[in-house]
T-cell receptor, first 111, second 113 residues
């Protein structure tokens, strides 16, 4: 157990639907990051939150949104899903400039 | 734009040998660099962080070097074991601060008995 909890582990949904992925960071970490990893691509940075505020955005689609709540857990919302959104979605947390602690990921399959 | 390059070809070595993986970057002067290990279907695991003013860092059988002139980091695993087989990713902080990392595509290492 890395200390970062992601739910659900697996998600199968149809095109056009909306899903919510949840992440609880490691205790004490204020930063949460979301990454997407497709089969043919490496880890792609989506978005970062720090203590409830959005800090940085990567190549996140307009159909995707995220937020971090006062208890520091974060949710990534994916809407109008397309086949190409099928991927592993990872959440990570960190303190300051340290290494990231990743969760075990959510495997999203869009059919 | 900032770019990280890692050897896309898998590295196959014999157990007991030293594995050396390369990470090159361009258009960039990072304050630090990180290495991660990723097993199939699992989240990456942080291994080492090396800062720009450190030439070398060691942790057990792992050694990382950081050459800011060559814009290159080398990652060594000595006395490699089959359990070291995994994909190894290098990561650099994107400009703009806040510890936002960009990851290389990774190099797959296979250690054969």
């Amino acid at each position: 157990d890395s200390g970062v909890t992601q739910t659900p582990k697996h998600l199968i949904t149809a095109t056009g639907q909306r899903v919510t992925l949840r992440c609880s960071p490691r205790s004490g970490d204020l930063s949460v990051y979301w990454y997407q990893q497709s089969l043919d691509q490496g880890l792609q940075f989506l978005i970062q939150y720090y203590n409830g505020e959005e800090r940085a955005k990567g190549n996140i689609l307009e159909r995707f949104s995220a937020q971090q709540f006062p208890d520091l857990h974060s949710e990534l919302n994916l809407s109008s899903l397309e086949l190409g959104d099928s991927a592993l979605y990872f959440c990570a947390s960190s303190a300051a400039q340290g290494g990231y602690t990743f969760g075990s990921g959510t495997r999203l399959t869009v059919v | 734009s900032q770019k990280i390059e890692q050897n896309s070809e898998a590295l196959n070595i014999q157990e007991g040998k030293t594995a050396t993986l390369t990470c090159n970057y361009t258009n960039y002067s990072p304050a630090y660099l990180q290495w991660y290990r990723q097993d199939p279907g699992r989240g990456p695991v942080f291994l080492l962080l090396i800062r720009e003013n450190e030439k070398e860092k060691r942790k057990e059988r792992l050694k990382v070097t950081f050459d800011t002139t060559l814009k290159q980091s080398l990652f060594h695993i000595t006395a490699s074991q089959p359990a070291d087989s995994a994909t190894y990713l290098c990561a650099l902080p994107l400009s703009g601060g806040y510890n936002k990392l960009i990851f290389g595509a990774g190099t797959r290492l296979a250690v054969h008995p």
